[in-house]
């Protein structure tokens, strides 16, 4: 999968562009999910707590996303779902 955008870094090259990466890269916040992915690959890299590592960049992106719904709202949409749909196996596990 060659799309000519392979300077990022030699790790992704194993992978390519995910099509995730491609669509968040394709929206408003492109610099600011560029820099959640490289918080998450160095914390990845360094066995670091990626959760606590990157709160800042998450919350970013969030933000970002939530700013530029018109293009992120799908996603935005079933990542809510998803949270529902976890909270509810959790109330039927009790």
Not at 64 to 88: F, I, N, R, T, W
């Amino acid at each position: 999968d060659s799309t000519g955008e392979g300077d990022a870094g030699e790790e992704e090259e194993e992978e390519g562009e995910c099509g995730f990466c491609l669509f968040m890269k394709g929206g408003g916040c492109r610099e600011t999910f560029i820099e959640w992915e490289k918080c998450v690959e160095e914390g990845e890299k360094n066995k670091e707590d990626i959760v606590e590592k990157c709160f800042g960049a998450t919350d970013a992106l969030k933000k970002c996303m939530e700013a530029h719904s018109d293009y992120y709202g799908p996603l935005l949409q079933a990542e809510k779902d998803a949270e529902a749909e976890v909270a509810k196996q959790m109330e039927e596990a009790k």
